[in-house]
């Protein structure tokens, strides 16, 4: 099974594409907004040369990047290569990484090569389409404009939900209360909802974690 990565059009020239290709992807070519790679509805990847990383500190896009791309449920910044900082100060260069992962709960990962962030790309979208049963309808923490779309936000934040699923079950069960009480049986008679993908909801909807 080959996974889908979803690549913004202005990364195209960086030739990512095509060692995505030769380790087996699939490519949907995009203009997108928040990003450069969308691995699946809740991951995101922002990929910088090291380079570019240093002028977006010294221009000030890099947190504007960042406040974007945390969205995302599982926002990912990729730093490709490393080179002479150029005279540029090590504090505001680990801060601004402090930055990224504290503030903005951003995972950072460095790679050598264009390779190997290809190769970074197509594990990580193989784990979360595959494994993690992941679509690539894009779910990003923005400001729904209406209840109704507040109450899909919510329901498709449950495990193997998208945006669709969760229409169907509102459209089913009415309030999402009556879908956060149901049993078993009745979230089956849902469209496209395996007895696999329900035992997953109602075990994370009855699994006690915290506290008293």
Do not use: H
């Not at 699946?40 to 990047?65: G, M, N, P, Y």
């Not at 504090?91 to 970074?120: C, H, M, P, Q, R």
């Not at 309808?137 to 495990?159: D, H």
Request: proline content about 3%; overall charge positive.
């Amino acid at each position: 099974m080959n996974p889908t990565v979803r690549v913004d059009k202005r990364e195209l020239r960086s030739g990512i594409k095509d060692y995505l290709k030769n380790f087996g992807c699939k490519i949907e070519e995009k203009n997108l907004d928040i990003s450069d790679y969308i691995l699946s509805d809740r991951t995101a990847v922002e990929r910088k040369t090291f380079q570019d990383f240093i002028s977006s500190l010294k221009d000030l896009r890099f947190f504007k990047q960042m406040k974007e791309l945390s969205k995302f449920e599982k926002p990912i910044l990729l730093i490709e290569g490393f080179e002479a900082m150029g005279g540029w100060n090590e504090s505001s260069f680990f801060g601004a990484l402090s930055s990224a992962i504290l503030d903005y709960n951003i995972s950072v990962i460095w790679t050598k090569s264009k390779k190997e962030s290809a190769n970074f790309l197509y594990m990580s979208a193989k784990r979360e389409q595959f494994k993690d049963k992941r679509n690539l309808s894009i779910r990003v923490r923005k400001k729904p404009t209406s209840l109704e779309e507040e109450q899909k936000y919510l329901v498709a934040g449950l495990p193997y939900v998208n945006s669709v699923l969760a229409e169907r079950m509102l459209r089913k069960f009415g309030p999402p209360r009556k879908i956060f009480n149901a049993k078993k049986e009745e979230l089956m008679e849902i469209e496209k909802m395996g007895e696999k993908k329900a035992e997953r909801i109602l075990e994370l909807l009855k699994t006690k974690c915290f506290g008293i």
